[in-house]
């Protein structure tokens, strides 16, 4: 079994929905979890991060952490064609640990 | 600001040869990642280094596989005799191991095709 356990996708929906993305990890000495974003032939850029539990907003994104259950969300409102792109979760020990990804989520918006 | 270069952008080459893949992190970083992403396996990390100095090579395949940092701004990855099964993109990321949390950024990868 993987550490961290993400669907491949993809994930289709239209202009103007929201996306909901999960991860769930079997590691509970996880504490830092991000989301990262990549577009078609180019490296992962960092979108959001958290440090624990708890949930984070930037505009229209939010990443949700539950620790107890050991599953991480990520929630794009109003989603827009330029959204479109595979959105991986990380996730680490500790501030010098090695970062464990997620497979990744295709994400596709229909204008 | 420049960001992480990687080169080349794409490379083909046939069965047994030498591939030489190269990095240029970020200036001012001091760890250095590699990865190779994969459709059936993601985003794996196969080496980095703190400081030049390698930390963990765990995640390196196999002998065929070398990784070297001569200095704060260059790493290459070498593979040796190269195989189909190396086709991947593989992708270089630096960051700055400060405070309470680092951010990778990465390169804009290198596509490696075996033939």
């Known amino acids: 079994q993987k550490e961290v356990e993400q669907d491949p996708g993809p994930l289709s929906v239209p202009e103007g929905a929201i996306v909901s993305l999960n991860c769930t990890y079997s590691?509970?000495?996880?504490?830092?979890f991000m989301w990262y974003r990549q577009y078609s032939r180019k490296g992962p850029e960092l979108l959001m991060y958290?440090?624990?539990?708890g949930n984070k907003e930037d505009g229209r994104f939010t990443a949700q952490v539950d620790k107890s259950s050991k599953y991480i969300s990520l929630f794009i409102r109003d989603s827009q064609p330029s959204d479109s792109a595979t959105y991986l979760c990380a996730m680490r020990h500790d501030s010098w640990g090695k970062f464990q990804f997620g497979a990744g989520t295709q994400v596709v918006v229909t204008p | 600001d420049a960001g992480v270069i990687q080169s080349p952008r794409h490379e083909v080459t046939e069965m047994g040869q030498e591939v030489t893949l190269r990095c240029k992190p970020i200036s001012g970083h001091n760890s250095l990642f590699w990865y190779r992403q994969t459709m059936m396996r993601g985003l794996e990390l196969l080496i980095y280094?703190?400081?030049?100095?390698?930390?963990?090579d765990s995640g390196m395949p196999e002998d065929r596989f070398s990784a070297k940092m001569p200095n704060a701004s260059f790493s290459t990855l070498k593979i040796q005799p190269s195989e189909p099964r190396d086709s991947a993109v593989y992708f270089c990321?630096?960051?700055?191991?400060?405070?309470?949390?680092?951010?990778?950024?990465f390169g804009e990868g290198s596509r490696l095709t075996v033939l």
């Open positions: 958290t440090y624990s539990s």
């Open positions: 280094f703190n400081n030049n100095v390698p930390i963990d």
């Open positions: 990321a630096s960051s700055l191991a400060s405070g309470r949390f680092r951010e990778l950024f």
């Open positions: 590691n509970s000495a996880f504490q830092y």
